[in-house]
């Protein structure tokens, strides 16, 4: 049976992956899954790996779940390696959603100055997973969704020995279903070519039983009542000469930059009328546990579908069975480029559409992106990669540089200014600094 571990398992996420789980058994028969938190996240743990231990129970399947706050006990002989942990919990996130706004910048967990931070604080992290499993599971695969997943997969590419690493995102089947919606078909008729980075993906074609639709796709995206976004984001409509002019589909997360004064008013004033989505999230979090608390649940709840993360399970499981089944099906995920886009180098990590095979993703190259957004995607990647080695080196200067060149950020000074703040308010987080 395969042996699968979870790093961050006390994640009001981690229903989703244990109802994935159960849901493909018979494809994908795991007789093991370990959830391993911190001292921290102890109760968070015992709740949420109860509830799991019922949903097993109820789906009547011979899976153990173990609950352990001890990782390299965890890791040993592991085949899957799944990591969803937040260093700092939700209060570090609300610091890097809130701190920028002083300074008229948008914070964002992922994108923006916030992005920077949570990379900081995760990367020496992830490294330090990867050299137990160099160790104790040296052939497990590395199923990263840890955000700035992009950046995250980015680091352990250039940073660990692990090779068998692949980042994820509901991002792309958020998408694929948003257009299903929008075009009001079932989404296994829909198939979209996906290309670019994390939180920077475009949909370069999209089909409908095989035949191309993205006029239709991209006149239903200039549309205010499709509201096609996740969760965690505005969804302001796309100009539509614009979206038209740039005849490309799109993530949620480009309004943060093609929309960044619409952004950040939005988060400017819902910061003061109902919080930033960090605040929002601990509410949505503590209503989630008194869920999970209850001895008679043994399902997922729907609530938890107001969390951003929504069809993550889809996308972590689906993965783990093609690679464990081999079934070369396309799947969108975070990978080495290998030259699939051309203007990225082919040690990075780009998110793609992949061949998804027992020996890992393999990207379907495109040759090039659009120019319209070549030079946007490359400098998100220069962010990721100065990010990157900023939080292996703790070098303050390579930091500055990361914030500098971040599109949502205006000025060297202003810079300046977000990442001192930062640097202060995160410090017990950040040990190489
Ligand atoms: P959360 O705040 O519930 O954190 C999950 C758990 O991680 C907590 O129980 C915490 O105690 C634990 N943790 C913290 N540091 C740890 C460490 N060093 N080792 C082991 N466990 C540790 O977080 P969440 O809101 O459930 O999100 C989990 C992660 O998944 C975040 O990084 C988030 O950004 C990410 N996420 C990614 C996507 C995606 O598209 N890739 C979608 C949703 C969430
Ligand atoms: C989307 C993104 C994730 C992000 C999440 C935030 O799903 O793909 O990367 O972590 O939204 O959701 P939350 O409910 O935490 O705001
Ligand atoms: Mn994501």
């Known amino acids: 049976g395969i042996k699968i571990v979870t790093i961050g398992g006390g994640s009001s996420y981690t229903p989703e992956l244990i109802e994935g ?31 799991a231990k ?4 109820k789906a009547g399947l011979p899976i153990d779940i173990h609950l352990t706050l001890n990782r390299r006990e965890a890791l040993k002989d592991a085949d899957f390696v799944t990591t969803q942990f937040r260093v700092g919990l939700l209060d570090a996130r609300a610091k890097d959603e809130r701190i920028p706004l002083k300074y008229d910048v948008i914070g964002q967990e992922t994108n923006g100055p916030g992005g920077l931070f949570k990379g900081l604080r995760t990367i020496p992290v992830i490294l330090d997973i990867c050299k137990d499993m160099e160790e104790l599971c ?28 692949v980042g994820l995102c509901n991002v792309p089947i958020g998408m694929k279903m948003g257009i299903a919606k929008a075009l009001d078909v079932d989404d296994s008729r829909v198939q979209v070519d996906f290309a670019g980075l994390n939180h920077m993906v ?43 002019g740039i005849s490309l589909i ?3 997360y480009h309004r943060y930059y093609f929309k960044t004064d619409e952004m950040l008013a939005e988060e400017k004033e819902s910061s003061v009328t109902k919080g930033t989505r960090a605040e929002v999230v601990q509410q949505l979090e503590k209503d989630l546990f008194e869920l999970y608390k209850d001895p008679e649940l043994n399902v997922k709840p729907p609530q938890l579908e107001k969390r951003g993360g929504a069809y993550y399970s889809e996308a972590a499981c689906s993965l783990i069975n093609s690679i464990y089944n081999d079934k070369r099906d396309i799947q969108p995920v975070n990978t080495r480029n290998n030259g699939a886009i051309a203007s990225i180098p082919d040690e990075s990590a780009i998110e793609i559409s992949c061949v998804i095979t027992k ?9 090039d992106l659009p120019v319209a957004v070549r030079g946007l995607v490359q400098q998100i990647k220069s962010f990721e990669r100065m990010a990157a080695e900023a939080a292996v080196t703790g070098d303050y200067r390579t930091a500055l540089v990361a914030m500098t060149i971040n599109p949502l950020v205006p000025s060297d000074t202003i810079a300046k200014k977000i990442l001192d703040d930062m640097l202060e308010a995160h410090k017990e987080d950040l040990p190489q600094f």
């Open 359 to 367: 020996e890992g993703p393999k990207p379907i190259a495109i040759g």
């Open 250 to 252: 799109p993530c949620g």
């Open 21 to 51: 789980f159960i849901k493909r058994y018979d494809e994908l028969p795991v007789r093991e899954i370990w959830l391993v938190d911190i001292n921290k996240g102890k109760d968070k743990l015992n709740i949420v790996g109860n509830l």
């Open 202 to 244: 475009f949909g370069l074609d999209v089909y409908l039983d095989g035949k191309s639709v993205k006029d239709q796709v991209i006149t239903a995206l200039g549309n205010p009542e499709n509201e096609m976004t996740m969760k965690n984001i505005a969804g302001f409509a796309w100009d539509r000469d614009f979206i038209k």
């Open 54 to 57: 019922r949903m097993v129970e």
């Open 138 to 165: 040296p052939d497990a695969w590395l199923v990263n969704f840890t955000n700035p997943a992009g950046m995250v997969t980015e680091a352990v590419l250039r940073y660990s020995p692990i090779k068998k690493v």
